[in-house]
């Protein structure tokens, strides 16, 4: 895909079709990171947890050795039940 680096107002922008976010699924309002590596401008997703992860991708990213602990949270404040 050629494109071409437009003014918008005080800064600069470029526009990517739709096809091209959609192969690197990245969606309308997306975080992306922008970096240069070897002269070249990367734009990559920020991957955050929106439906897009399985339970079971995001289970499997837990340390084997993880061992839950209990938390006391204090007394009541409310009306919550125990």
Known sequence: MVTKI?????SQGL???RQ?????RISIGD????AVREGMIVITPVRCVR???SLHELVSRIPENYKPEETDWG???GN???
């Open 20 to 24: 091209v976010l959609e192969d690197a």
């Open 31 to 34: 975080d992306v990171e922008v």
């Open 80 to 82: 919550e039940v125990w």
């Open 15 to 17: 526009r990517l079709a």
């Open 6 to 10: 437009q003014k918008w107002g005080n």
């Open 51 to 53: 439906g897009r992860q």
């Open 75 to 77: 007394k009541p404040v």
